[in-house]
């Protein structure tokens, strides 16, 4: 395994779909003008492909109708603006006023969702190049025209791909979901190593959480957006829809494994079973690796004979500790946790198998069909003028990013007209794609852009000036593209330090190419970075802060529906399947939600870093309950039960939904005082659990208990 995974890695960076994206935006930004150079009309191909450019920023993963109009959009809006910037740059006060305006009202365009916030940098994007760019009127219709060519050109092209393999994206995008969901167990896996930092492991797990839902709602969007996918039509479609449904359960149960490690490694270090339980987590994940890649290859994974021997030695060995415990040398309850994480990993692996068996019957018509109501499960954006309006207000974070990008937009503008730089844009350029809606993000972004500049620029030079041979020269700046574009998603750094190399080697085959234009867009890129950080901290600030209150109640609200959708399986014999799905995806949500900020907060000011060892035990307290909840639906799913016998634990449940709702009360009210709330102890009467089933008991008491630890955290924190 570890002597193919540097190939396997290689193979599987060339398979996925950021070196798609990669190879597709090259092929519609430099064929323009590669064709029209032959012809002595480089001039032309290079507008062409600028206008391919601009609507390539906009052409990220998604449904393809929804890709296809904002293109178009794209492609619409950017020669409109090249227009209006051609003829008003002659005059410093019109493109001033109109680089302004625009900047705020396409900034205002995150409140629609990241695709049309790409639409409004686009055309940001063609302004900001286009303000030093003086011709007569006649020439900026007809350069205008060359944008619009080129923006139909890309999109026409991107559309083609899509029908040659309408189910590529879907593959691409499904296996890198697998892919997340095996890091995550690798990293769960940790927990049984010897000496391990919990504390550094279960961070890393929250930012593996928030990865994996990102991944697993981009596959939900595609799926249940996609409408040869819904109408069940191929058998490609229908294993698609089959593999996610069943990596989604199966991330559910690497969930619920949450026990206490360290009295389990306290009890069983000396024994050195934990270490076999780590073996077999990773040997699982290795597994899903192979899942993963074979969803994008076309290849049929196998299981390996190894995991199979890991899991039966993993039972044996259960099975002699247990039988070997005469004195009693180990904890009963411990015997019994390490059973259960057993029979969890062997309900993991018959997972791995079903979807295994998917890939036996992929392309037969007998693959069966899975009915899911699809609307439940994604989210519709709303496309109105009133949402605009109603967020004209100033606690609208976005308003306020608009605000400062449209002022730090134009202090750009002024500084580069000031110092009279023959290429000003590129201060504009870096403040654009700096610029985010809060200070976390700008400052990483700001880093990044910094490094991959700087590396960049003297791997350029170094380039430009030991390298003589048109044709070597040629094949970099192909490669630097196809860098630039690929990593554009994944690592902007690297996708930084491809693209300056790039727009170098460019500039040298245009004939401008030295040591100091290298140096003039590094001490360019220092002043916009500037600019956009000062901005970021001092114009309208947004603090992560500032969003702990709704973020937290909703991480509640969300836990609580999962709950009682769970219980609903212990109290209630009619029951409805999609919800409990719903439920459970909104839990996901909003962990990640949660996550993302938490960590953002610690990237700012120590002063706006508010309750962070509160919000740090909450954070902790929301993922354990869901996990416990997780837990408890396994352990409906897992045995037969008879759930008149579970009538006595209904009172606990009830309490533990009235501590959340009180909990939600007291963010939302500020209340200091903590009320007397009992909790429900466990029933002592024998027939309310079935001989067998003692974790299910245990299981709803342990929710109670942490339900009641977020009720007493919620008259601390005061935000």
């Keep these: 395994m570890q002597i193919r995974q540097p190939i396997r890695t290689i193979q599987d960076f060339l398979l996925s779909t950021y070196f798609a994206d990669g190879i597709r935006i090259t092929i519609g930004v430099l064929l323009p003008s590669l064709i029209l150079a032959q012809f002595g009309m480089l001039k032309i191909g290079l507008t062409l492909s600028l206008g391919a450019l601009c609507v390539s920023i906009v052409d990220s993963p998604g449904p393809m109708f929804h890709r296809r109009n904002a293109m178009l959009i794209t492609t619409v809006l950017i020669t409109v603006f090249s227009i ?97 969901v095996a890091d995550f167990l690798r990293e769960k896996a940790k927990f049984y190593h010897r000496n391990n930092n919990y504390e550094k492991t279960y961070a890393d797990l929250l930012q593996l959480q928030v990865l994996v839902h990102e991944k697993q709602d981009a596959v939900r969007e595609l799926l249940f957006k996609t409408r040869e996918i819904i109408r069940d039509s191929t058998p490609e479609g229908r294993f698609l829809l089959l593999v996610f449904i069943d990596m989604v359960d199966l991330f559910e149960q690497v969930m619920s494994t949450y026990y206490n490690y360290n009295q389990l490694h306290e009890q069983f270090d000396s024994s050195g079973i934990l270490a076999d339980y780590e073996m077999a987590i990773k040997r699982v994940s290795y597994a899903l690796d192979d899942i993963a890649f074979a969803l994008k290859s076309g290849r049929k994974p196998v299981i390996s004979k190894r995991l199979l021997i890991e899991i039966e030695r993993l039972r044996k060995r259960i099975n ?80 306020r990013h608009s605000l400062r990008v449209s002022v730090v937009m134009m202090v750009g503008f002024i500084i580069a007209q000031l110092l009279t730089l023959s290429h000003s844009y590129w201060i504009l350029l870096t403040i654009l794609v700096i610029s985010k809606p809060g200070y976390t993000l700008t400052k990483q972004r700001n880093y990044q852009r910094l490094i991959g500049t700087v590396i960049g620029a003297l791997v350029g030079a170094a380039v430009i000036n030991y390298i003589t041979d048109r044709n070597t020269l040629f094949a970099i700046l192909l490669v630097c593209m196809i860098g630039c574009y690929s990593f554009q998603r994944k690592n902007y750094v690297i996708s930084v330090l491809f693209m300056t190399p790039y727009i170098l080697i460019l500039f040298d085959f245009l004939g401008i190419g030295t040591m100091a234009l290298a140096q003039e867009r590094i001490y360019d890129t220092f002043i916009g970075s500037g600019i956009a950080l000062i901005g970021s901290y001092l114009l309208f600030p947004t603090w992560e802060h500032e969003k702990l209150k709704s973020a937290m109640v909703d991480m509640l609200n969300a836990n609580k529906a999962y709950y009682e959708q769970v219980i609903k399986l212990y109290f209630e014999k009619d029951y409805d399947r999609t919800n409990y799905k719903v439920a459970r995806k909104e839990v996901y949500v909003n962990t990640a939600n949660l996550a993302s900020l938490f960590q953002r907060m610690f990237s700012e000011p120590k002063s706006k870093q508010m309750f962070i060892k509160e919000v740090h035990q909450f954070t902790a307290l929301s993922h354990l309950l869901s996990s416990y909840v997780a837990s408890l639906s396994l352990y409906n799913r897992e045995s037969a039960s008879n759930l008149d016998n579970y009538d006595g634990l209904l009172p606990m449940a009830k309490n533990t939904i009235y501590l959340l709702d009180t909990s939600v009360n007291n963010f939302l009210t500020g209340k200091a005082a903590i009320e007397n709330v009992p909790l429900i102890r466990l029933p002592t009467n024998a027939s309310v659990v079935k001989t067998g089933e003692e974790m299910v008991p245990e299981q709803f008491d342990l929710i109670q208990k942490v339900a009641y630890d977020i009720y007493k955290l919620s008259f601390v924190i005061k935000i």
């Design 84 to 180: 209006l910037t051609g003829l008003t740059n002659k005059n410093h006060f019109f493109i001033g006023f109109v680089l302004m305006a625009s900047s705020f009202v396409f900034s205002m365009f995150y409140i629609y969702g990241l695709r049309a916030a790409s639409i409004g940098t686009a055309t940001l994007l063609i302004i900001v190049l286009s303000i030093d760019d003086i011709r007569p009127w006649q020439d900026v219709l007809l350069y205008s025209l060359f944008i619009f060519i080129g923006g139909i050109w890309y999109t026409v092209l991107s559309y083609m791909v899509y029908r040659i393999r309408p189910y590529r994206m879907v593959q691409q995008s499904l296996s890198e979901s697998v892919s997340e």
């Design 320 to 399: 002699e500790l247990e039988e070997n415990n005469i004195d009693n040398k180990y904890n009963t309850l411990g015997i019994i946790a390490l059973k259960n994480i057993e029979v969890n990993i062997e309900n993991i692996l018959s997972r791995v198998k079903t979807i295994h068996s998917y890939f036996r019957v992929r392309e037969s018509k007998e693959i069966r069909h899975e009915k899911i109501d699809s609307e439940k499960f994604i989210t519709r954006q709303k496309i109105d003028f009133e949402l605009f309006t109603e967020n004209l207000t100033y606690s609208s974070s976005t308003f």
